[in-house]
């Protein structure tokens, strides 16, 4: 299992970044070479899934391994049980790693009126927390704005030129991100020449809302701002779709959030580009930063001996459907994220793995990886022989499943309940309790504007895919229950 010395991991995560933002998923307006570089020489998977289009259950599903439903995280405001099992937690106890988390995490509250110094922690086996949940400095113990003042700066934000929902953000050299990366990078440098294995999540903020760059990197983009196209959003199409999109089309986050959004058909079409001008921004900062602390590995010779993995944990709508931020809904721009495995010599390189991959599979194959043996309460599937080749080339799934329940408080009467299984060629949506749903045939309709749900030529199919999220729905059964006799 594994190699003989247990690999680094250098495991980048970012929030609310959708797949096709990286010139390696072929986006040809970010800058993001680094990135592409790391993708060149390592293994992308094309077809990698979140198991929810909300922070806190896809991170508390990733981190163990386990569905959202089965971890007991499934909504964000709520703590993660504290018998549950991280894997940075299980490489701690049984392979030695040394742990360290820069920026957010996530797994509990973080409300500013409850968080009286970081969020609130289980055994979660980190020995570093480097903890800032987001840019703003009315957190408690914000380690990023302890960082600010020590340079002598005061957080601000100003809004971009008269723009509803894009502003000016903190400089490159005093922004989050750059935090993060900093942090990682005297983490990396530190433990160099230690005997022991290490472990650094570096779980950045961006591309997250408030879309909020340096202005220096915005302004790369207004040059060619009537290029960047608008949402895909076809007139009507909401209309056959559950109302909790048409609620959040009209009123976004159902009125309760606080970061000025305006209702969709209120954003003028340069609104709209310079709001994705401004995501695309925040991202290629964010490429910057994984270039110093890739070089940073290279500098202390330990690259070859480090598994880098670079991620998102859900995406973004980005207008898409009408639709800003994130929500009770499972379209590719919600919930396909990038998913990046490098290590030199050990990961096969420049393989680009179309098949269907979901996040919890991640702790599974760190815990391969490191000569662990595998946590018997983990639901994922190692990706480990797939990565350095020991295995065959088969897709890992036939098909990925993703859940929200009630995981966000904009939906209350009713809550959302909704459940998503998705194959190669259809994508099925339930809306438990309300009879509704979504269904799309992904061959004829990738952007996902027509929905079937209703359609008498689709009715097999619906059937066929109901049968497949029943089973999925079944398997999310928590495997820890040990059977102690025969009755």
């Given at each position: 299992m594994g190699n003989l010395t247990p690999p680094n991991i250098l495991w980048i995560t970012t929030d609310q970044q959708r797949f096709d933002t990286l010139g390696c998923y072929e986006n040809d307006f970010v800058h993001t070479p680094n990135i592409d570089r790391l993708a060149e020489q390592g293994f992308l998977f094309e077809n990698a899934f979140s198991q929810s289009p909300v922070c806190s259950p896809s991170r508390a599903s990733f981190l163990t391994g386990r569905y959202p439903r089965t971890a007991r995280c499934r909504q964000n405001g709520q703590t993660i049980p504290p018998d549950e099992r991280m894997v940075t937690k299980l490489l701690k106890e049984q392979a030695g790693y040394v742990c360290g988390l820069s920026g957010k995490l996530h797994t509990a509250p973080c409300e500013p009126s409850l968080v009286k110094g970081t969020e609130q922690r289980i055994d979660d086996g980190y020995d570093e927390f480097?903890?800032?949940?987001?840019?703003?400095?009315?957190?408690?113990?914000?380690?990023?704005?302890?960082?600010?003042?020590?340079?002598?700066?005061?957080?601000r934000r100003d809004p971009y030129k008269g723009s509803t929902m894009v502003q000016a953000g903190m400089p490159e050299d005093y922004h989050q991100t750059t935090w993060c990366a900093e942090k990682a990078i005297n983490f990396i440098r530190t433990n160099a020449d230690k005997d022991a294995p290490w472990l650094f999540s570096v779980n950045i903020f961006d591309p997250h809302h408030p879309f909020d760059p340096p202005v220096e990197y915005l302004e790369r983009y207004l040059e060619k701002l009537d290029q960047l196209p608008l949402p895909d959003y076809v007139a009507g199409e909401?209309?056959?779709?559950?109302?909790?999109?048409?609620?959040?089309?009209?009123?976004p986050y159902n009125g309760l959030h606080g970061d000025g959004i305006p209702a969709y058909e209120k954003i003028s079409p340069r609104e709209h580009r310079l709001i994705k001008a401004a995501y695309y921004a925040m991202i290629d900062l964010i490429d910057v930063q994984v270039g110093r602390m890739l070089q940073a590995l290279e500098e202390t010779g330990q690259l070859d001996n480090t598994i880098v993995i670079f991620m998102s944990d859900h995406g973004e709508m980005l207008g898409d459907h009408g639709i800003y931020l994130k929500g009770p809904y499972f379209y590719e721009g919600a919930i396909h994220v990038p998913l990046i495995f490098?290590?030199?010599?050990?990961?096969?390189?420049?393989?680009?793995?179309?098949?269907?991959?979901e996040l919890v599979d991640i702790a599974p194959t760190l815990l391969e990886a490191a000569g662990v043996a595998r946590y018997p309460g983990m639901q994922g599937r190692s990706m480990w022989k797939l990565l350095t080749g020991q295995g065959d080339d088969r897709p890992p799934r036939d098909d990925v499943y993703c859940e929200y329940y009630n995981a966000m408080p904009w939906h209350q009467d009713p809550t959302a309940q909704t459940t998503m299984v998705r194959t190669v060629d259809y994508k099925l949506i339930v809306v438990h309790g309300l009879d509704t749903g979504e269904l799309y045939d992904l061959r004829s309709d990738p952007r996902e504007n027509v929905n079937h749900w209703d359609d008498p030529d689709y009715q097999?199919?619906?059937?066929?895919?109901?049968?497949?999220?029943?089973?999925?729905?079944?398997?999310?059964?928590?495997?820890?229950?040990?059977?102690?006799?025969?009755w």
């Open positions: 480097n903890w800032s949940h987001d840019h703003n400095p009315v957190w408690g113990t914000n380690q990023y704005t302890n960082w600010l003042t020590s340079h002598g700066q005061v957080y909401l209309a056959t779709k559950p109302h909790f999109q048409r609620m959040d089309h009209v009123s490098s290590q030199p010599g050990v990961i096969r390189s420049g393989v680009r793995q179309s098949g269907l991959t097999t199919i619906k059937l066929e895919m109901m049968k497949r999220l029943c089973d999925r729905m079944a398997w999310t059964v928590d495997p820890l229950p040990v059977r102690e006799a025969d």
